[in-house]
Every structure is written in structure tokens, then in C-alpha cells.
């Protein structure tokens, strides 16, 4: 193989619009660096660590790791079903709720359907468009001192934004990485403009963790509008990032139309059995939310405090709004350990986004802060 041979040149016209995704921080590195004295606030994991019941499933499970996993996901598929009240044929199981984004993107999109999403919404979503060769519309975002959702989603500026030949658009509620979020009403509002050759995605990403007023779930609109789908994660409540496993709720002809394209074994037999499990696990997700909702409002408070912008958030996160670019601040926290994530890639180079993590990781942000 000479030097000079360069596979980019042969890349596809959808994979060459695409850069490789940014790790960020060498965290393996840094856990050497500072051992016990790290902060990982970067990454909106879940501190508190999975179910029990979810980490006994998952040993039990690894036993079986030399068969292949069951491709249909059904143990599990019974079980979200039992417990949302969907019907089993409109779940589908993906390799993280991102494996799901990206598959809509290319089930339906193309050259001649586009994408829109919001300004400052889930990275994801440009990408999957991206991928699909498809046109992606940025529709601008709500404005920064807009009084409840600063960057949030402009829905109105959304639906004027979609045409006949849209077939696709992406919301995240609340989102990421602004925390934000829009009521059931409006969300309801918003599809009642859509037309129904134009499938809308809620991520719902962070579902487990909402609790404000008028803020529920899109799940029980799927009845009444079949070109709406929601995304789920068992990577942040569920504790399970490491695993890799999401799931999608559509109309049964939709999760048809994802069944040609997904990979049949593209959740593995650990995931689905921790999954399942972790479901279960009524109490934990309670405490889940409960410490994280007390930690957030303390953690907020706390910033606020000190003078700093905080953003309304409904997640386990927080977007502080510097005013003014944030690199030398996120460098400070930095060379002490602790790890928050820089906007610069979102457009947002003045904020930075801060995950709830353990009490400890937080007492060292506010000991460490410029
Ligand atoms: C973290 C996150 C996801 C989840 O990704 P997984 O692939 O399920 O780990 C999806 N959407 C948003 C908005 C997120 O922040």
C-alpha cells in the first residue's frame, strides 16, 4: 500500500458531504490522569449506574454470547409494549436511539425529499440527512432571550419550513444540546400543519427525566397521526450507554418500511436482556428521577449563584450561556479534571453544556470554576 493512495477521492457523493465524528477528550487517557479526581460531565451518563436487576440480566445474558441474539427483539418488544400500551408491531429495536435516526433518514429520504430540523437541535440529525444524500433545512431557532425556550425550536418557522416534497422532520423533546423543550399542545398543533406524506421523529431522549407542566410524551398522538414516530434511549435514565440499545414507536407500516433496512442483529442478546430488565425496575427510575431533578435544581441554582446564565432544562443537563466564547473557561475546567462539553461544533461557542453527574463531580465544578 503506497502513502499516496487516499480512499477519499472514492468516497460517495453522500459519504463525501460527511466529516468523522469528533471523540472529543482521550477519556481513557484522562481517567489515568486524575484517577478518583475526575469529573465526567460531558457526556450526560447517568451517575447513579444502572438497575441491579438490569446488571444481574445482563451477566445472566453473557452466558448466551456465543449465539446470536434473537434478531426480532420480541422478550423485549412484549415488554415495551405491555408497558406503554403500544402495539408490539410498531416498536422497532435499534443499536442506540441514533442507529434508529439514521435509519428513518434512510429509509425515506433522498435527493428529492428532504430533512428539516431546528438550528441547535440533536446533532444527529443533519448527519442522517447527510447520509441519506438527502437536502437538510436548518430552520432558525428560537432567540436566545426568548423567556422559556431560549434556542429552542421555532415550530411555527418548522412547519412553514415543510413543503409536499419534505418527508421528513426531526424534533427532540426536550432537546439536546439546549435543554429545551415544547408542550404536548404544541407538538399537537404542529402535526395538525404537517401533511401526512411527511413522517415527524420526536426523540424523546430524555423522556425519563421530564416532569414540567404540559410536557408528557408524543406517544399517545401516534393513534391519531400515523407519520408521527418517537425515539427512546436506554442509554440516559436506564443508565445502559455502554450497551447501545434504543427503540422507535411508529405505525406498524413504518417499522414494515425499517424492518428491510436494519441490521437483523444489530442489538445484541446483553442489551435486549438488560433492557428488559431494567424496564422492569419501576423504583429505580423513580430514584433516577428524583435525585437527578433535586440535583439539577440545586446545580442550577448554584451556577445562578455565581453569576452565570443557566437554561431551562428538562433533562440531565445543563446549557450555560457564557455570553462570550467559552474556550478558555471549558480549558480551566479542564487542565483540573473537570470534564464539560464545548458548543463550538453546534454554533454555540459561547455556552457550554454541563451534565448532572454525582454530587462529588459537581461539588469539584463549582470548587474549580474561573
Ligand atoms: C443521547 C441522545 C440520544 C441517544 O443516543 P443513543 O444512541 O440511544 O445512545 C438520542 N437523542 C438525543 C437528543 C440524545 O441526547
Not at 502513502?3 to 472514492?10: G, I, K
Not at 436487576?53 to 420480541?74: K, T
Not at 410498531?90 to 435527493?111: K, P, R, Y
Not at 406498524?252 to 418500511?257: D, G, L
Amino acid at each position: 500500500m503506497t502513502l499516496e493512495f487516499d480512499a477519499a477521492a472514492l468516497a460517495n457523493r453522500a459519504t463525501s458531504a460527511l466529516r468523522a465524528y469528533d471523540p472529543g477528550h482521550d477519556l481513557p487517557a484522562l481517567r489515568l490522569r486524575f484517577g478518583e479526581m475526575l469529573s465526567e460531565l460531558g457526556s450526560n451518563e447517568n451517575p447513579l449506574g444502572p438497575s441491579k436487576s438490569a446488571l444481574r440480566a445482563a451477566n445472566r445474558a453473557i452466558e448466551e454470547a456465543w449465539r446470536y441474539p434473537d434478531p426480532l427483539g420480541a422478550s423485549l418488544k412484549r415488554k415495551l409494549s405491555d408497558e406503554l400500551g403500544v402495539p408490539f408491531a410498531g416498536i422497532t429495536l435499534g443499536n442506540g436511539s441514533h442507529e434508529l435516526l439514521m435509519l428513518m433518514a434512510q429509509c425515506f429520504a433522498d435527493e428529492a425529499h428532504p430533512v428539516v430540523h431546528s438550528q441547535y437541535g440533536f446533532a444527529v440529525f443533519p448527519i442522517a440527512a447527510a447520509a441519506a444524500g438527502a437536502p437538510a433545512v436548518a430552520v432558525p431557532a428560537l432567540p436566545a432571550d426568548h423567556p422559556e425556550a431560549p434556542y429552542g425550536h421555532d415550530l411555527a418557522a418548522m412547519a412553514a419550513a415543510v413543503t409536499p416534497a419534505t418527508r421528513l422532520v426531526y424534533l427532540a423533546n426536550p432537546n439536546n444540546p439546549t435543554g429545551t423543550w415544547f408542550t404536548d399542545a404544541a407538538l399537537e398543533d404542529f402535526l395538525e400543519r404537517i401533511p401526512p406524506q411527511t413522517l415527524v421523529v420526536v426523540d424523546e431522549a430524555y423522556h425519563e427525566y421530564v416532569d414540567a407542566e404540559g410536557l408528557s410524551t408524543a406517544l399517545h398522538l401516534l393513534g391519531r397521526f400515523p407519520n408521527l414516530a418517537v425515539t427512546r434511549t436506554f442509554s440516559k435514565a436506564y443508565a445502559l450507554a455502554g450497551l447501545r440499545i434504543g427503540y422507535m414507536l411508529s405505525h406498524p407500516s413504518v417499522a414494515a418500511v425499517c424492518e428491510r433496512l436494519r441490521e437483523s442483529f444489530n442489538v445484541n442478546g446483553v442489551a435486549l436482556a438488560a433492557a428488559e430488565a431494567a424496564l422492569g425496575d419501576h423504583e429505580h427510575r423513580a430514584h433516577v428521577r428524583a435525585t437527578n431533578r433535586r440535583d439539577r435544581t440545586w446545580l442550577a441554582g448554584e451556577l445562578m449563584a455565581r453569576g452565570l446564565r443557566v437554561l431551562p432544562s428538562q433533562t440531565n443537563f445543563l446549557l450555560v450561556d457564557l455570553g462570550d466564547d467559552a474556550t478558555a473557561f471549558e480549558a480551566h475546567l479542564f487542565e483540573r479534571g473537570v470534564i464539560v462539553r464545548p458548543m463550538v461544533g453546534y454554533g454555540l461557542r459561547h455556552t457550554l453544556r454541563i451534565s448532572v453527574g454525582s454530587r462529588t463531580e459537581l461539588e469539584r465544578l463549582l470548587e474549580n470554576l474561573p
